[in-house]
């Protein structure tokens, strides 16, 4: 079985900085791409951020300077830090990882994590 666990949302005013970390355990054979979805209130899920295994990155453009996504590969962990955050980077964000276990490659997600940003 595999987890995905976020941590690290909160609140915060315009212009201040926050870091989720998810961590990833279970019956890993090997993790793939990971990376950070949003969803804000009344729009679709989008993607914020992804890193390969390589450590290719790639990033929304509203969020291109002021967010940077990292990976530790030995603790199966990924980071996102976020500065001069803005209102409209209010949403639940969430962990994914494209991983393999010994009998199946699939897409996971972690259950979510809120960061509000007031003005």
């Known amino acids: 079985q595999v987890q995905l666990v976020e941590s690290g949302g909160g609140s915060v005013q315009a212009g201040g900085s926050l870091r989720l970390s998810c961590a990833a355990s279970g019956n890993i054979f090997s993790i793939n791409a990971m990376a950070w979805h949003r969803r804000a209130p009344g729009k679709q899920r989008e993607l914020v951020a992804a890193i390969t295994s390589g450590g290719s990155t790639n990033y929304a453009d509203s969020v291109k300077g002021r967010f940077t996504i990292s990976r530790d590969t030995a603790k199966n962990t990924v980071y996102l830090y976020m500065n001069s955050l803005k209102p409209e980077d209010t949403a639940v964000y969430y962990c994914?990882?494209?991983?393999?276990?010994?009998?199946?490659?699939?897409?996971?997600w972690g259950q979510g994590t809120q960061v509000t940003v007031s003005s």
């Open positions: 994914n990882a494209d991983l393999r276990t010994l009998s199946s490659r699939r897409d996971y």
